[in-house]
């Protein structure tokens, strides 16, 4: 199962083994992770599951869609170019290993 990083802003860091098809933000949630709130349970209207790819992993990741890149113009925390809504990252193998840091605010 592909392994996903959540490192937060003091630092810490949390590894998790997340299901193919499940998206980071799941991962995050299902599991009892903090630091990402997720009040639209993933249909893209909320804006609360915002992370930071990073750089490392953003080509393979891949860009946000049309509608994230209007809806991340809502995120509480600053925007960065790696900024992405976890909820439309879909977890696969090749993503094994990602980092995502999260925001300090959701
Ligand atoms: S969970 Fe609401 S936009 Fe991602």
């Not at 993933?42 to 990741?61: E, I, K």
């Not at 209007?70 to 193998?93: G, P």
């Amino acid at each position: 199962m592909p392994k996903v990083t959540y490192r937060y802003p003091d630092g810490v860091a949390r590894t998790i083994d997340v299901e193919v098809g499940d998206s980071v933000m799941f991962g995050a949630t299902r599991n009892g992770l903090g630091g990402i709130t997720a009040e639209c349970g993933g249909v893209l209207s909320c804006a609360t599951c915002h992370v930071y790819v990073d750089q490392a992993w953003c080509a393979r990741v891949g860009p946000p869609g049309d509608d994230e890149l209007d809806m991340l113009d809502a995120v509480a925390a600053e925007r960065r170019d790696n900024s992405r809504l976890s909820c439309q990252i879909e977890v696969s193998d090749e993503l094994d290993g990602l980092v995502v840091e999260l925001p300090d605010a959701q």
